[in-house]
């Protein structure tokens, strides 16, 4: 069979080419099989957010344990991104519960500990879906397998996947957001409408986190870690679906985007750029 044609147009980038010394944003990359092939991916729309936020996309593949201090020396800021897979329980002292559901066993290997690190740092971070799970899970915090099978809790998993994407990811539920949070900061609102498109969700909050956003049946849909240095949050629903048509999305990248200008700037002060340095 033949593969479907690509159109130029279908690959122009969302905004205008980023300045020489835009931050770098990491982007960790999640594992697939196709065929018999081990392939490394990361959803576009997560690359075009950071662009949005008038930073430089940088896609991590994977990472041994050894090298997350050589990655997080490169970033400005860290986007965890969303995907199919789940953080695997384990690492909140639970078995599995649905095996047909998948995993990615490698990208929980070094994202987790990277998580750690990142926020030990001051480094700002970003994570959505899976992300926001990852960084309960990694900080000591536990998941929900099955919000929708908690007693009064909703269901969350969103219109069916045989719907258009545009339904899939529409507005389906409102968030509180609670006064004097980061996320009601930058928002400058109580309430926002957002997306749902997950099956697992915060069970045991991690410690030390925040509430920024709450569902109306009560589930956390976004913290933060307010004691630790620099801009960390993490969401549950998806901002970077059409953010460039969303006011909120938008308020919320230019929120990390300008934190991971701060950090560009502060870590590069008094480093000279090659373009400084003499050659002869």
């Not at 960790?28 to 430089?56: D, I, Q, S, T, W």
């Not at 690190?117 to 480094?123: C, F, I, T, V, Y």
């Not at 900080?139 to 269901?155: K, R, Y």
């Amino acid at each position: 069979m033949s593969e479907p044609a690509v159109f130029a147009s279908d690959l122009t980038l969302s905004n205008s080419p980023l300045p020489r010394h835009a931050p770098r944003v990491l982007l960790p990359a999640c594992n697939r099989m196709r065929g018999p092939h081990p392939f490394h991916m990361v959803g576009r729309k997560y690359v075009e957010a950071v662009r949005l936020a008038g930073c430089l996309p940088v896609i991590v593949p994977a990472a041994h344990p050894d090298e997350l201090l050589a990655w997080l020396d490169l970033a400005d800021g860290v986007l965890l991104t969303g995907s199919p897979s789940n953080v695997h329980p384990g690492h909140f002292g639970q078995a599995v519960q649905d095996p047909s559901l998948p995993l990615d066993l490698l990208r929980d290997q070094w994202t987790l500990p990277l998580i750690r690190l990142a926020l030990a740092r001051g480094l700002p971070l970003l994570g959505i879906c899976r992300g926001f799970q990852e960084v309960n899970a990694a900080m000591g915090g536990s998941l929900h397998q099955a919000v929708h099978e908690q007693p009064g809790l909703a269901d969350h998993r969103g219109p069916s996947e045989a719907q258009p994407l545009d339904e899939q990811y529409g507005p389906l539920h409102p968030v509180h957001l609670p006064a004097g949070g980061l996320l009601a900061k930058v928002l400058q609102t109580e309430q926002v409408m957002v997306n749902s498109l997950h099956g697992q969700g915060v069970d045991r909050l991690a410690p030390g986190a925040r509430i920024e956003a709450t569902a109306p049946d009560g589930l956390v849909e976004a913290f933060s870690f307010p004691e630790r240095p620099g801009f960390n949050l993490a969401v549950q629903w998806h901002p970077e679906w059409r953010a460039a048509d969303n006011p909120v999305s938008m308020a919320m990248f230019r929120a990390f985007g300008a934190a991971c200008r701060a950090w560009h700037a502060q870590a590069h002060a008094h480093a000279p750029s090659r373009s400084d340095m003499r050659t002869d």
